[in-house]
């Protein structure tokens, strides 16, 4: 007859327990006696994130460190549970527990490190003491990591026909018995090639635990122990060890039956419920009983025993027929928890439980079994598919992202983008704020918030006034306490309207073309081309191009002859030249931008009038005829080939009285005429026609040209600076020492020595020169006043009188980086006379600058620093410059006493 199932909740026997600790860390170990098991748990309070050893310690005092062969040989399990919480569990009958009547007390010592290798660790001991008096005849353990049986010492005769079954077991214990000290010697273990004996002292060396009390006998055996046995039990695969234990007392001899089973499986999965088969019949704990009857059936979760309210409230059912019991539980349910797990690089969770299934039953030969199983069960591993929340502000332009939702065990340490790994506290100086939320659940999420100026976020022109910005960063996560770790990519594509274009200005001068790009915040990836020249510092540098690029804007200078300079048409005004910038991106080189600058040049260069009637002229290709072959260019007579040919140009040398040249007078005027054609084959019409034309005039020639192409390209307006002067007054000659502002007015006596200095500030152009025009002193702030006296006219110094002004040269030092921006002179202090009578009043000093180009002074008297009077100067060509106009403080003469 089969028992109806008998749940109730295990009380605890009771607990002795007494503690010892190193340091004062109050109630950071609880401990607990749970029937044949002791239980001691480590907060995480103190010891997540530290090194731990575990040591047993024997009633001498002696220490044993446990490692993972000794706690499987002697009864210890250690589990470190995902939330940092740490538990040690050990069988009161484990190698080192001291036992006094039914009190079994177990010590166990804990070193606390923060570095691997454990110096200047923390001692921690623990003293637990359990009662525990309510033995049955047999009681198996199936615990994480070893088998245990023990059995009582009065164990039933051995049945007769056990003897003639198994005569050879006591053949193989007799001669040993005799020799033998008294207690435990001896084991047995039955194989299916035979029988294999053991003393005691090699069945300790092969890993398995041999021990006796005053009233049991105890076989401990790991599962991986080379005698175990896989069997078979209704589809349920057990781990085996079927095995007899001899020992003596006094001089009688006796043999206990230690077989012990385990199941190692019998767990099958649903997409929501675990169902845990465990059979009853169990063929090596059975062999030679009858009569089985159930006596008791308790099911527990994390050792502890459920009531059969609590079981219906958790939703969890349990079965128990003839032959098997059946535990089925809601994946999810309360007493299990959600772990994290990466497989094949991808983040998913596991539902893990920790059962226990006490099963007790009665048969005819043992009386009352007890067999404890404590399994751990772990769903199969499922991906989790992470949410990504776009929060992106585009009013305050801030990309913010949620991902999650993450277990508790996952923690973010680093990320990565294209080409950096930074970790979560450094990510603040690449311009990320990272933030972990946590929901009531324990579950959460991280939020990054990054600018849209940050530099690893990407940024792509779309259209005429919108970007992409991309955020593509990989997150890296780790788990604890397993360390593995995953990465999930996260790409966030935001579409803004902000795009400002590059815009282009430009100007010439006479040898040169300039086009200046102000860069907008589209062309990061955007490289300048002039045609299908990349312009490269290396690339300019080459063609004597100039290129001045300082991050907002960039200037290009391309020679008026340069090849990539176009000639677009030809006319009695002049050249029309033009030179293209083409903004190409730097992935699909595709044209993004189209710049242009063009200026008219004088074009006497291209028509020399000889005095004995030789004309030089130069045909220039235009741009927009196609497929010109200067080779070809003739004269009105075809037979005047060019002289010099060029793939630009072509240049003919002819006396006006040769090649079809015509000539006509008009008053005191003689003018000769030619032309410079250009057929393509098949055609009377010619592509191209240059007009040539040479006039004399008594002594004078004077030339005009015009050609037939009219194609000017769009003009673009120059663009201006402005200049940031200063004028100092030094206290002496060394130039060492300024007077500063709060100094003026300054008092100097009659004759005494003024130095002066004017520099040019806020420039780190090296090809700039400051130069002083006009310098001169009045008696009043506003530099046009009168009287006025002057010190430096036309860049020369004053030597009229007695007060001559003196220039001192400019050294590089640590103040002064670019001597040409500064100028030095002297000057002695004077006064102003007014009806023969001194003027006691304050001076001001003022100065005309004028900012060269320090690479072609010679275009200007005063770049040059050559003293020219005015009058000269009107009628020479001047090169662009930019002037400027600076002053001093007050200056007070005072008088000797």
């Known amino acids: 007859m089969v028992l109806n199932l008998i749940l109730r909740l295990s009380l605890l026997i009771g607990v002795l327990a007494s503690e010892t600790w190193t340091q004062d860390r109050p109630g950071f170990m609880s401990s607990e006696c749970l029937g044949s098991l002791l239980r001691i748990t480590l907060s995480a309070d103190y010891f997540d994130d530290k090194y731990l050893t575990f040591a047993a310690v024997d009633q001498f005092g002696t220490i044993w460190e446990i490692d993972e062969a000794l706690a499987s040989q002697c009864g210890y399990t250690i589990v470190y549970y995902y939330w940092g919480t740490i538990e040690f569990r050990a069988s009161i009958l484990s190698c080192y527990s001291h036992i006094e009547g039914d009190v079994f007390t177990v010590t166990v010592q804990i070193k606390v490190g923060t570095n691997p290798d454990m110096k200047n660790a923390a001692t921690h001991s623990k003293t637990v003491s359990c009662l525990y008096d309510s033995w049955h005849p047999r009681e198996l353990i199936c615990e994480t990591n070893y088998m245990e049986v023990s059995v009582r010492r009065k164990v039933p005769q051995i049945m007769p026909e056990m003897i003639e079954d198994e005569p050879e077991d006591w053949a193989l214990a007799f001669p040993e018995a005799r020799e033998g000290a008294a207690s435990l010697w001896q084991i047995v273990f039955h194989l299916p090639a035979g029988k294999k004996a053991l003393l005691v002292s090699d069945a300790q060396d092969a890993g398995y635990g041999l021990n006796t009390t005053d009233t049991r006998i105890l076989l401990r055996v790991p599962y991986s122990a080379a005698e175990a046995q896989l069997v078979k039990v209704q589809g349920v695969t ?99 928890y959600y772990k994290t797990h990466v497989n094949d690089g991808e983040h998913g969770t596991k539902y893990i439980i920790n059962m226990i299934l006490e099963h007790q039953w009665q048969d005819n030969r043992w009386g009352v079994t007890k067999h404890t199983i404590i399994k751990k069960i772990e769903t199969p591993f499922k991906h989790v598919q992470l949410n990504l929340v776009n929060n992106t502000n585009y009013n305050i332009r801030l990309v913010n992202v949620t991902i999650g939702v993450f277990l508790p065990d996952v923690e973010l340490v680093n990320f990565t983008t294209e080409t950096t790994t930074v970790s979560v506290p450094e990510a603040f100086q690449y311009g990320y704020e990272i933030y972990e939320t946590t929901y009531p659940n324990g579950t959460k999420s991280y939020i990054i918030e990054a600018a849209f100026d940050v530099p690893s976020i990407k940024k792509e022109y779309m259209t005429e006034d919108s970007r992409i910005y991309t955020l593509n960063v990989t997150l890296g996560f780790v788990i604890y306490p397993t360390s593995q770790t995953f990465t999930v990519p996260v790409i966030i594509v935001s579409v803004v309207k902000d795009a400002v274009l590059p815009s282009a200005r430009g100007f010439c001068d006479g040898e040169n073309l300039y086009l200046t790009v102000i860069r907008g915040n589209v062309d990061q990836n955007w490289l300048p081309f002039i045609s299908n020249l990349y312009l490269s510092p290396e690339a300019a540098q080459k063609h004597n191009y100039g290129l001045n690029d300082n991050g907002t804007h960039f200037t290009v200078r391309v020679p008026l002859h340069a090849p990539h300079v176009l000639y677009e048409d030809i006319h009695p005004s002049g050249i029309m030249t033009s030179f293209h910038l083409i903004m190409k991106d730097d992935n699909s080189l595709a044209v993004m931008r189209d710049f242009s600058i063009s200026c008219r040049f004088s074009a006497k260069e291209l028509i020399d009038c000889q005095s004995n009637g030789t004309m030089t002229v130069t045909a220039i290709k235009l741009a927009g005829i196609e497929d010109l072959d200067t080779s070809l260019f003739h004269l009105r007579d075809r037979q005047c080939k060019p002289a010099l040919v060029t793939e630009r140009a072509a240049t003919f040398i002819f006396n006006v009285n040769s090649c079809g040249t015509t000539r006509k007078f008009e008053n005191t005027v003689m003018t000769y005429e030619n032309d410079v054609l250009y057929f393509r084959p098949d055609s009377n019409m010619p592509a191209y026609k240059l007009k040539c034309i040479c006039q004399y005039m008594i002594n004078e020639t004077i030339l005009v040209q015009y050609g037939v192409k009219n194609n000017p390209a769009p003009s673009i307006e120059p663009g201006f600076g402005s200049l940031a002067l200063i004028f100092r007054l030094f206290k002496e000659r060394t130039y060492s020492d300024a007077y500063k502002e709060v100094d003026y007015p300054v008092a100097k006596f009659l004759k005494e020595a003024l130095y002066f200095e004017v520099e040019l500030l806020n420039s780190e152009d090296p090809q700039l020169e400051l130069q002083l025009e006009d310098c001169w002193s009045t008696n009043s702030q506003d530099g046009s006043s009168h009287p006025q006296w002057a010190i430096i006219t036309n860049g020369c110094e004053n030597s009229e009188d007695s007060y001559q002004t003196i220039f001192h040269n400019v050294y590089h030092n640590s103040r002064i980086k670019f001597p040409k921006h500064l100028k030095r002179f002297e000057v002695k202090m004077f006064t102003f006379m007014q009806d023969t009578k ?50 001093s403080g007050a200056v007070i003469l005072e008088r000797k006493m």
């Open 238 to 336: 057990f781990s085996a060890v079927r095995s007899s234990t001899f020992y003596k007392q006094r001089w009688m001899i006796f043999m206990a039956d230690t077989a012990v089973a385990c199941p190692i499986d019998g767990v099958d999965y649903t997409n929501d419920t675990i169902t845990w088969s465990v059979p009853k019949n169990v063929h090596p704990l059975s062999a030679g009983a009858t009569g089985f009857e159930d006596v008791l059936i308790e099911v527990g979760v994390d050792l502890h025993k459920l009531s059969p309210t609590e079981i219906a409230s958790m939703k969890y059912v349990v079965l128990n027929d003839s032959d098997v019991i059946t535990i089925k539980i809601p994946i999810g349910a309360e007493g299990g």
């Open 838 to 887: 001194a003027l006691l009043e304050q001076l001001y000093f003022h100065c005309r600058v004028i900012i060269c180009d320090a690479r072609r002074p010679t275009s200007d008297f005063l770049c040059a620093r050559r003293c020219i009077p005015r009058r000269e100067r009107l009628d020479r060509s001047v090169e662009a410059r930019m002037h400027g106009h600076v002053a």
